[in-house]
């Protein structure tokens, strides 16, 4: 039973496109005047493509991170990349979430912040490389960007390091 | 602390309530009850999301909290720093404690300030010995029953603690003579005011040695009805030189060290937010800055706002707040024998205890 539904879930990967899940290594900054975050932790990231050619794709991040609070991480986002036989760097636009951060509150600003702090960050990955046919590995990912809350004040930004990523 | 009513606290304000007003329990059909229960329930957990709203202060609360802030003499407050200063400065240096640091480490002169303005202000005190330590402590405690009638009913069986630490390094008008003095102006005004919960202020001995007499009192007296804990640490110094304000790796503070900053875990958040709210409302109240995590801040980054009484709280998941002006983050005299009276801004610690004296009234009947 359990083989033919992987057998079921595998054709229906393989028929919608190609699909990468990879996990590396996170760290993330939320930095502005009513909401804190650093944390680092792994990262689990899902990448779709609609085909071997197609050199746009989506993706889709999982964080669990620590040191100033323990806090889950949710990125979403989109980009391109190179589609070469070796070196694929790739750009993306994402947003981020996290729920759990540090709050500030001050005398003309007493009411907390309902959303989570979330951040849109530009995800640049210069050093990703196709190991083999299915497995690729990028060193180093930086993301910085803007917080949604107070954009004006608010710095957000994650590194991500070595990311192994398969291909199914 | 008391759940939320989103019902109420999402149209505005909440009414007075008084404990007979309550909803009798087991009138309703068991079936009827669990469905109004679910119905409850979800219009709690949907209305929190959706207003995104805590329990609020009353008007009457507010009012409250002005009128106990209003109460502060700013004048005395700076005569009886400088009083215990002068009373400590003439203490041996060694006192009672030997120190493995070698620091001066005087204690008896502030005790024996503390219980006399108490005697002073005819209020009663005792003196709660734990020689049995490994570091014997001797903490001074101030019970001022609830009435359980003010105007937020809450019950008078709910204590409100209010401390702050005597022992100190050299002679420490800031760590901690301004604490000291700012809790005892509190008890001459919040023992007058019918409140409904009961407030307790502790005198803390031996915090700079690891927090010590908070450690003993939590470990024999437990946190049996403890609502929250407001725990003063330095409160009295102030710059308005910018890059005054250094803060801890990982954050961002006010370039500016002229306000008061309230540490507190997450069970703390609402009491945050309503001194926050009451840091507007209070005539000449210190400008507030609260920061609160979403659990007990024992965390790599946070430990370090673990340093002082509230700590014990803390780890027992209750509401804390640690209000200090950051010490040695801001404080150039901190533990220096330079930490003296007139390093001090008495405007900026009046500001500071008118705060403190007003949330610690609209506490005592906030939801």
Same mark, same amino acid.
């Given at each position: 039973?359990?083989?033919?539904?992987?057998?079921?879930?595998?054709?229906? !990967?393989?028929?919608?496109?190609?699909? /990468?899940?990879? %996990?590396?290594?996170?760290v993330?900054?939320?930095?502005?005047?009513?909401?804190?975050? %650093?944390?680092?932790?792994?990262?689990?990231?899902?990448? $779709?493509?609609?085909?071997?050619?197609?050199?746009?794709?989506?993706?889709?991040?999982?964080?669990? %991170?620590?040191?100033?609070?323990?806090?889950?991480?949710?990125?979403?986002?989109?980009?391109?990349?190179?589609?070469?036989p070796?070196?694929?760097? !790739?750009?993306?636009?994402?947003?981020?979430?996290?729920?759990?951060?540090?709050?500030?509150?001050?005398? /003309?600003?007493?009411?907390?912040?309902?959303?989570?702090?979330?951040?849109?960050?530009?995800?640049?990955?210069?050093?990703?490389?196709?190991?083999?046919?299915?497995?690729?590995?990028s060193?180093?990912?930086?993301?910085?960007?803007?917080?949604?809350?107070?954009?004006?004040?608010t710095?957000?930004?994650s590194?991500? $390091?070595?990311?192994?990523?398969?291909?199914? | 602390?008391?759940?939320?009513?989103?019902?109420?606290?999402?149209?505005?304000?909440?009414?007075?309530?008084?404990?007979?007003?309550?909803?009798?329990r087991?009138?309703?059909?068991?079936?009827?009850?669990?469905?109004?229960?679910?119905?409850?329930?979800?219009l709690?957990?949907?209305?929190?999301?959706?207003?995104?709203? @805590?329990?609020?202060?009353?008007?009457?609360?507010?009012?409250?909290?002005?009128?106990?802030?209003?109460?502060?003499?700013? @004048?005395?407050l700076?005569?009886?720093?400088?009083?215990?200063?002068?009373?400590?400065?003439s203490?041996?240096?060694?006192?009672?404690?030997?120190?493995?640091?070698?620091?001066?480490?005087?204690?008896?002169?502030?005790?024996?300030?503390?219980?006399?303005?108490?005697?002073?202000?005819?209020?009663?005190?005792?003196?709660?010995?734990?020689?049995?330590?490994?570091?014997?402590?001797?903490?001074?405690?101030?019970?001022?029953?609830?009435?359980?009638?003010?105007?937020?009913?809450?019950?008078?069986?709910?204590?409100?603690?209010?401390?702050?630490?005597?022992?100190?390094?050299?002679?420490?008008?800031?760590?901690?003579?301004?604490?000291?003095?700012?809790?005892?102006?509190?008890?001459?005004i919040?023992?007058?005011?019918?409140?409904?919960?009961?407030?307790?202020?502790?005198?803390?001995?031996?915090?700079?040695?690891?927090?010590?007499?908070?450690? @003993?009192?939590?470990?024999?007296?437990?946190?049996?009805?403890?609502?929250?804990?407001?725990?003063l640490?330095?409160?009295?110094?102030?710059?308005?030189?910018?890059?005054?304000?250094?803060?801890?790796?990982?954050?961002?503070?006010?370039?500016?060290?002229?306000?008061?900053?309230?540490?507190?875990?997450?069970?703390?958040?609402?009491?945050?937010?309503?001194?926050?709210?009451?840091?507007?409302?209070?005539?000449?109240?210190?400008?507030?800055?609260a920061?609160?995590?979403?659990?007990?801040?024992e965390?790599?980054?946070?430990?370090?706002?673990?340093?002082?009484?509230?700590?014990?709280?803390?780890?027992?998941?209750?509401?804390?707040?640690?209000?200090?002006?950051? @010490?040695?983050?801001?404080?150039?005299?901190?533990?220096?024998?330079?930490?003296?009276?007139?390093?001090?801004?008495?405007?900026?610690?009046?500001?500071?205890?008118?705060?403190?004296?007003g949330?610690?009234?609209?506490?005592?009947?906030?939801?």
């Open positions: 039973m359990s083989g033919w539904l992987a057998a079921v879930v595998s054709a229906g !990967l393989a028929a919608a496109g190609v699909h /990468e899940t990879g %996990l590396g290594v996170e993330a900054r939320h930095d502005g005047p009513r909401q804190v975050l %650093l944390g680092v932790g792994p990262r689990l990231t899902h990448r $779709y493509t609609a085909s071997e050619h197609t050199h746009w794709f989506v993706q889709g991040s999982l964080e669990r %991170l620590w040191l100033m609070v323990p806090t889950w991480g949710l990125t979403a986002g989109g980009g391109v990349r190179r589609m070469g070796t070196w694929r760097p !790739l750009v993306l636009l994402e947003a981020a979430a996290y729920p759990s951060r540090i709050v500030k509150l001050t005398t /003309e600003d007493p009411t907390p912040p309902r959303l989570p702090a979330s951040s849109l960050r530009v995800r640049v990955a210069p050093l990703a490389f196709r190991l083999n046919g299915t497995t690729q590995v060193a180093l990912e930086v993301a910085p960007g803007l917080g949604l809350d107070t954009p004006r004040e710095v957000a930004f590194v991500s $390091y070595c990311s192994l990523f398969h291909q199914w | 602390m008391k759940p939320s009513q989103p019902l109420s606290v999402c149209s505005g304000p909440r009414s007075p309530r008084s404990p007979r007003q309550r909803p009798s087991g009138l309703a059909r068991p079936d009827v009850g669990l469905s109004l229960f679910r119905c409850g329930l979800r709690w957990i949907f209305g929190g999301i959706l207003c995104g709203c @805590a329990p609020r202060l009353s008007p009457e609360m507010v009012e409250l909290a002005r009128d106990a802030g209003a109460q502060v003499e700013c @004048a005395p700076q005569e009886r720093i400088i009083s215990i200063v002068d009373a400590m400065a203490e041996p240096e060694d006192g009672a404690v030997s120190m493995e640091w070698g620091i001066p480490h005087r204690r008896l002169a502030s005790k024996q300030a503390i219980l006399e303005a108490l005697s002073a202000l005819g209020v009663e005190h005792r003196v709660v010995s734990m020689p049995d330590r490994h570091v014997p402590v001797e903490n001074i405690v101030v019970e001022l029953p609830g009435t359980g009638a003010g105007p937020g009913g809450a019950p008078a069986s709910e204590v409100l603690q209010l401390t702050a630490h005597f022992d100190v390094w050299y002679t420490a008008a800031d760590d901690n003579t301004s604490g000291v003095v700012s809790a005892l102006e509190a008890i001459a919040l023992r007058n005011l019918e409140l409904s919960r009961s407030i307790q202020v502790l005198f803390y001995d031996m915090e700079e040695t690891g927090i010590d007499g908070s450690l @003993a009192w939590w470990d024999r007296y437990g946190n049996n009805q403890v609502h929250a804990v407001l725990n640490d330095a409160i009295a110094y102030a710059s308005d030189k910018p890059g005054s304000q250094a803060a801890p790796p990982g954050f961002r503070l006010p370039s500016k060290g002229n306000f008061i900053l309230g540490l507190g875990n997450g069970a703390a958040r609402h009491h945050l937010r309503w001194m926050a709210e009451l840091s507007a409302e209070i005539p000449d109240s210190a400008a507030f800055l920061v609160y995590g979403p659990a007990d801040n965390h790599p980054a946070t430990n370090d706002f673990h340093r002082s009484d509230h700590s014990p709280a803390w780890s027992r998941g209750l509401p804390g707040i640690f209000m200090t002006d950051t @010490a040695n983050l801001r404080n150039p005299h901190y533990h220096q024998p330079t930490d003296l009276p007139d390093t001090l801004d008495p405007a900026f610690h009046c500001g500071v205890t008118r705060l403190v004296v949330s610690m009234a609209a506490y005592a009947e906030a939801p």
